[in-house]
């Protein structure tokens, strides 16, 4: 690339000729090196492969302090689990599905359910207030929103997934629910 008469060099090409990058130009041994022969997610990093970089971000909620004894964090806490009894119409044993559901996929993320859940409902029942909790304890990384699930997540542009830990997306019939696959 031409610039006010000076060859530019593409970054990549750059970055391809940098000398730190070529293993017989640094010095050193070899185990003092870091390479990567693949990408991964291991929430539980000692699970990680030497060998392996790890993607996994954590949660964003391990971050966030919180104090049970603070009756304001209770109160909001009773708020939730009651909004989500709501969206399962009371129903005991939809909502501790639900619950159970969603303890297991932050208590062991790295074994997936391969379950979808999906809240159908009118428009303004709550259904994205559930949503917009778990992104806030998830955080932004772990979170691949789409309104295209068939390019964004099985389709050709799905490059985001990789580091998603929750997809949630309008469901295929277009009726008013969303889904959110675990």
Same mark, same amino acid.
């Given at each position: 690339?031409?610039?006010?008469?000076?060859?530019?060099?593409?970054?990549?090409?750059?970055?391809?000729?940098?000398?730190?990058?070529?293993?017989?130009?640094?010095?050193?041994?070899?185990?003092?090196?870091? $390479?990567?022969?693949?990408?991964?997610?291991?929430?539980?990093?000692?699970?990680?492969?030497?060998?392996? $970089?790890? #993607?996994?971000?954590?949660?964003?909620?391990?971050?966030?302090?919180?104090? +049970?004894?603070?009756?304001?964090?209770? #109160?909001?806490?009773?708020?939730? +689990?009651?909004?989500?009894?709501?969206?399962?119409? /009371?129903?005991?044993?939809? $909502?501790?599905?639900? +619950?159970?559901?969603?303890?297991?996929?932050?208590?062991?993320?790295?074994?997936?359910?391969?379950?979808?859940?999906?809240?159908?409902?009118?428009?303004?029942?709550?259904?994205?207030?559930?949503?917009?909790?778990?992104?806030?304890?998830?955080?932004?990384?772990?979170?691949?929103?789409?309104?295209?699930?068939?390019?964004?997540?099985? /389709?050709?542009?799905?490059?985001?997934?990789?580091?998603?830990?929750?997809?949630?997306?309008?469901?295929?019939?277009? #009726?008013?629910?969303?889904?959110?696959?675990?």
């Amino acid at each position: 690339v031409a610039a006010r008469g000076r060859v530019r060099k593409r970054f990549v090409d750059r970055w391809m000729s940098d000398p730190a990058l070529n293993p017989d130009e640094v010095d050193g041994p070899e185990e003092s090196r870091s $390479y990567w022969r693949a990408f991964g997610m291991f929430p539980k990093r000692a699970q990680c492969p030497r060998d392996v $970089y790890n #993607l996994w971000p954590g949660f964003a909620a391990e971050e966030m302090e919180t104090d +049970l004894d603070d009756r304001k964090v209770v #109160l909001g806490l009773v708020r939730i +689990l009651e909004h989500i009894k709501t969206l399962c119409s /009371g129903i005991k044993s939809q $909502y501790e599905f639900v +619950l159970n559901l969603v303890a297991h996929s932050t208590q062991y993320p790295e074994i997936k359910m391969g379950i979808v859940l999906c809240l159908v409902g009118k428009q303004g029942c709550g259904k994205t207030t559930i949503f917009d909790v778990m992104k806030r304890m998830i955080g932004e990384r772990g979170w691949m929103a789409t309104e295209n699930p068939s390019n964004d997540v099985v /389709g050709k542009f799905n490059s985001r997934m990789k580091d998603a830990f929750c997809a949630p997306m309008p469901c295929a019939a277009r #009726l008013p629910c969303l889904a959110l696959h675990l």
